[in-house]
């Protein structure tokens, strides 16, 4: 993926898949602690520990038919990439939270690209889903 805007894209989808009508982003950009932060949270069915710990494997997926799920572990590493991690928490009937940080000012970072034109796309294609953007730039 080009920047991070279409890995948002991507994890937003699995969230609608995974019935969530709540999805809150929230980019923070922090220049004292160089550091991109972007969390998803969401209140889709959630992921039991051996679904969590799997999410990161690209031979895995929850979807039916499906034996490969490549949109966490391409954050991943895109995260890592940048000097970056990531991590996901969630709970089985209660959501998931995915926490992505990269290094701001590190040259492998993918640009943020246009973050308001994928929330207006989500909003548009999934009306009957709550979403929530917030950025801030510290």
Do not use: C
Not at 17 to 46: C, F, P, S, W, Y
Not at 57 to 82: H, M, V
């Amino acid at each position: 993926m080009q920047d991070i805007s279409l890995h948002i894209l991507d994890i937003v989808e699995n969230a609608i898949t995974a019935k969530a009508t709540q999805i809150d982003v929230r980019i923070t950009e922090d220049q004292r602690k160089d550091l991109l932060t972007i969390i998803i949270e969401d209140n889709g069915i959630g992921m039991d520990e051996i679904s969590v710990h799997s999410a990161l494997d690209p031979f895995w997926s929850t979807k039916p038919g499906k034996r490969i799920g490549l949109g966490l572990p391409f954050l991943a590493q895109a995260a890592r990439e940048s000097g970056g991690t990531l991590s996901i928490e969630s709970r089985p009937k209660v959501g998931t939270k995915i926490v992505a940080e990269f290094a701001r000012s590190h040259p492998d970072r993918k640009p943020l690209g246009d973050i308001h034109g994928t929330i207006r796309l989500l909003k548009k294609t999934h009306p009957e889903v709550s979403f929530t953007l917030r950025y801030d730039d510290t």
